[in-house]
């Protein structure tokens, strides 16, 4: 069992940055490949970026184009989401989520932990 509890979201103009951690409970952390996904109102949830297990690989979409970064501690247990360059379009719930594989996952449905997610709002 993988308890994970975001933090760090909230209210920042277009062009600012923040940074959303992901802290993880129990001591099979590095065991799991973790995700973030985002969901604004209205539409589903999407992948934002990915890392695996041992941090050795990330993966983005497209939308990204550099302006993120996915980055983890093992040894913190915790994951993060650098945020930079943003605009109203990232404005939605960004939920990290963990996956027990060591390779990168961008379906949903294949996650086995989720956590309660943690808003992001660009003012424009």
């Known amino acids: 069992q993988v308890r994970l509890v975001e933090s760090g979201g909230g209210l920042v103009q277009a062009g600012g940055s923040l940074r959303l951690s992901c802290a993880a409970s129990?001591?099979?952390?590095?065991?799991?490949?973790m995700g973030w996904f985002r969901q604004a109102p209205g539409k589903e949830r999407e992948f934002v970026g990915g890392?695996?297990?041992?941090?050795?690989?990330?993966s983005y979409a497209e939308f990204v184009k550099g302006r993120f970064t996915v980055s983890r501690d093992n040894a913190e247990n915790k994951l993060y989401l650098q945020l930079d360059s943003l605009n109203s379009a990232d404005t939605a719930v960004y939920y990290c989520?963990?996956?027990?594989?060591?390779?990168?996952?961008?379906?949903?449905?294949?996650?086995?932990?989720w956590g309660q997610g943690t808003q992001v709002t660009v003012a424009s």
């Open positions: 989520a963990a996956v027990r594989t060591n390779i990168i996952v961008e379906d949903t449905t294949l996650y086995n932990y």
């Open positions: 129990g001591n099979t952390f590095s065991t799991y490949s």
């Open positions: 890392i695996s297990w041992n941090g050795g690989r990330t």
